[in-house]
């Protein structure tokens, strides 16, 4: 993916549907957990993969990512990642105290809270852009932050040296817990949003 395909008044609108959508995220997620959840300003970027692994997270961290495809216009997949330790976090805000975890039932919270996330995000761009957008149902994995992110980007055609980021952050009020929603675009999908939008 070449650096100057896009405009910087389509980068922004980019920008903006990514705010637009992390903003119903973590609304569900605060309702989730029962804290106040932050998202920062969604980073929009083109990378090649060694900046990737310099600037957001090392090759080789072990991280828990769950991945939903965006069904209907093939639109491309959705990847939530954090490292195990924020995800145990994370879990444990939605259980009650004293609840004894195991990693099935740690790896089907978070599943479920993925779901909650990606479907209320799909739900805010489907009424703004008039397009009827749902998503799979949502894969877990446990493996090294750099076979996660590379595997997904191939998955959706995405060959390139260089990539598109678009990623949510979330912080968690009073635990620190941070995670990461990403969307990887189909090869055409952002060509036809900017034209639905008129860009």
Known sequence: MNPNEFSSIQLDVLKELANIGGGNAATAISQMVSRFVNMS?????????????????????????????????????????CNRENAEKLVRMMLPDGFELSDEMEYSAISELVNIVVTSYLNALSRMLDLSMISSVPALTVDMFGAIISYAYMENEQYDDQVMIIKNEFTYDGAKVDSSLYFIPRPGVLDYLFNKIGV
């Open 41 to 81: 300003v969604p980073t929009i970027d083109i990378l090649g993969y060694n900046d990737i692994y310099e600037k957001i997270m090392s090759e080789e961290e072990e991280v828990v990512a769950v991945s939903m495809e965006v069904l209907g216009l093939e639109a491309g997949s959705f990847l939530f990642v």
